[in-house]
């Protein structure tokens, strides 16, 4: 059995000179040996990355900085590179626009400070052409002798073809309905019916593991379909309500408000200018009101 032991330091991680310089270590029984960036692929090799890259599972680690030190090939290329030697060393910052970032790292931090391990959050996730899509990621913490040294997780596409239900949460087809269908209406009958549970049974069954009730979990989905809206096209929030399943709005500016502290529109000031859009139609993979 072995451990992979990151290293405490916190100085900016320099990506031209990081492939030399010791970055975590590698435990085997009573032994521990330091190793680098490039090192640790070739063991990570022999250990089962090989396996996850050809399942194509989109899984990576984090440091306590949130910086990459570790994603599969199939998670680089689905963002865009050719190696993981390119994202090695980057964070959320330098590969989604801000309003994405801030909730990464909301959660991320959550798993840092608390040691949360979140499970099957739906979330939009850059896709290889600069669209979005919608994903379910799971993370929890890494240790070392106790104490949280960094995050990994698994990333898993909501998108019809790519969905795997065998061998994940029962609850796995009520959230994907959730971000299937999430502009109209949605109620506990139909979700419990998609996971094959009666209403009370799915209720407590989805509190158990995602610590909130199906109701909030479905608000936040929506809350994040506002945020992409607001901050990559000029609709107005009448047609943004309707487009993520608020009833209209003043329904969706009091749930915004309450859940980010600013209003939509000042929410949108504040981003609209830093994001990047990419090149034609901005509802290639959103499907915020379009079909799959």
């Given at each position: ?42 063991l990570?090799?022999g ?105 990994a ?52 069954q ?38 993520t ?48």
């Amino acid at each position: 059995m072995f451990f992979v032991i990151f290293s405490q330091c916190q100085a900016p991680l320099d990506r031209c000179q990081a492939w030399t310089q010791p970055c975590c270590s590698w435990k085997f029984g009573d032994h521990t040996m330091a190793v680098t960036i490039d090192q640790s692929f070739d063991l990570l090799h022999g250990a089962g990355l090989d396996a996850m890259n050809e399942l194509g599972v989109l899984y990576f680690v984090k440091d306590q900085e949130r910086r990459f030190v570790l994603c599969t090939d199939a998670l680089v290329h689905h963002l865009g590179y050719r190696s993981p030697r390119q994202v090695i060393g980057l964070r959320d910052e330098d590969l989604s626009p801000p309003h994405l970032v801030d909730h990464y790292r909301r959660y991320d931090e959550r798993i840092l400070q608390h040691g949360e391990r979140i499970v099957e959050l739906v979330e939009l996730v850059r896709n290889v052409n600069g669209s979005f899509d919608w994903f379910a990621t799971t993370k929890w913490p890494l240790r070392q002798g106790g104490a949280i040294v960094g995050i990994a997780g698994v990333i898993r596409s909501l998108r019809p073809a790519h969905s795997v239900r065998d061998g994940l949460l029962p609850l796995t087809p009520a959230i994907e309905l959730m971000a299937e269908a999430y502009q109209r209406k949605l109620d506990i009958q139909e979700l419990a019916s998609a996971a094959g549970m009666s209403p009370s049974y799915f209720n407590r069954q989805f509190k158990k593991h995602f610590g909130t009730t199906p109701h909030r979990y479905l608000r936040s989905v929506r809350l994040m379909a506002v945020d992409e809206l607001l901050c990559t096209t000029d609709l107005p929030l009448s047609a943004i309500a309707h487009q993520t399943g608020f009833y209209d709005q003043s329904h969706l500016s009091n749930e915004f408000t309450r859940h980010h502290g600013v209003t939509p529109l000042e929410y949108r000031r504040r981003n609209l200018a830093e994001v990047r859009l990419p090149p034609g139609p901005r509802q290639v993979k959103l499907r915020l009101d379009v079909s799959r």
